[in-house]
T-cell receptor, first 114, second 115 residues
Framework: EAQVTQNPRYLITVTGKKLTVTCSQN?????MSWYRQDPGLGLRQIYY???????DKGDVPEGYKVSRKEKRNFPLILESPSPNQTSLYFC?????????????FGPGTRLTVT | AQSVTQLGSHVSVSEGALVLLRCNYS??????LFWYVQYPNQGLQLLLK??????LVKGINGFEAEFKKSETSFHLTKPSAHMSDAAEYFC?????????????FGKGTKLSVKP
């Protein structure tokens, strides 16, 4: 089944404890992206990647890191999480090909930082 | 820069009534437009998309949207609401490929359906 998977789905952690949220897609998509969703703000892009070893900042990159060593994986790293990073996180992917425009989303990771 | 405005953060309709969720966009070039739906505790699912073909776009679950360039709008409609339509709906815009293919989302409209 074609899908985007994220792990973990739920995470509660403490301020300053490094964490990684994994994202993997099995559709051979070049483009991958991370969003955070906050009530009343919709989804805002954190980072995106056009292909392996190519990443760029989105609208709200502060406090986050990403890497793209393999095409299928795009982990989101919080080196020193803070309470304002409590949010619902979505990973997405899409084909970088003319005629393919929609993004496919993972199920989300709900992160709480205390 | 592109932007999306969804009018009304909450919309409530009765079962069987017309659903109308409003979306206006701002873009300096012809955009691609999308509606996504998010059911409670789930991820985002694509409802429909406009990519410069027909201006009236039909999606899943009986939803449709019409691209109106003169009004810079892409409103989502469904003739008859069902209880299962209760969800949050997001309108999004992107330009063409490459980094311009990044999605810009509206803030979302939560749809409630009363019996």
């Amino acid at each position: 089944e074609a899908q985007v998977t994220q792990n973990p789905r739920y995470l509660i952690t403490v301020t300053g404890k490094k964490l990684t949220v994994t994202c993997s897609q099995n559709m051979n998509h070049e483009y991958m992206s991370w969003y955070r969703q906050d009530p009343g703000l919709g989804l805002r892009q954190i980072y995106y990647s056009m292909n392996v070893e190519v990443t760029d900042k989105g609208d709200v990159p502060e406090g986050y890191k990403v890497s793209r060593k393999e095409k299928r994986n795009f982990p989101l790293i919080l080196e020193s999480p803070s309470p304002n990073q409590t949010s619902l996180y979505f990973c997405a992917s899409k084909l970088e090909l003319q005629g393919h425009y929609e993004q496919y989303f993972g199920p989300g990771t709900r992160l709480t930082v205390t | 820069a592109q932007s999306v405005t969804q009018l009304g953060s909450h919309v409530s309709v009765s079962e069987g009534a017309l659903v109308l969720l409003r979306c206006n966009y701002s873009s300096s070039v012809p955009p691609y437009l999308f509606w996504y739906v998010q059911y409670p505790n789930q991820g985002l699912q694509l409802l429909l998309k406009y990519t410069s073909a027909a201006t009236l776009v039909k999606g899943i679950n009986g939803f449709e949207a019409e691209f109106k360039k003169s009004e810079t709008s892409f409103h989502l409609t469904k003739p008859s609401a069902h209880m299962s339509d209760a969800a949050e709906y997001f309108c999004a815009v992107s330009l063409h490929g490459g980094s311009q293919g990044n999605l810009i989302f509206g803030k979302g409209t939560k749809l409630s359906v009363k019996p």
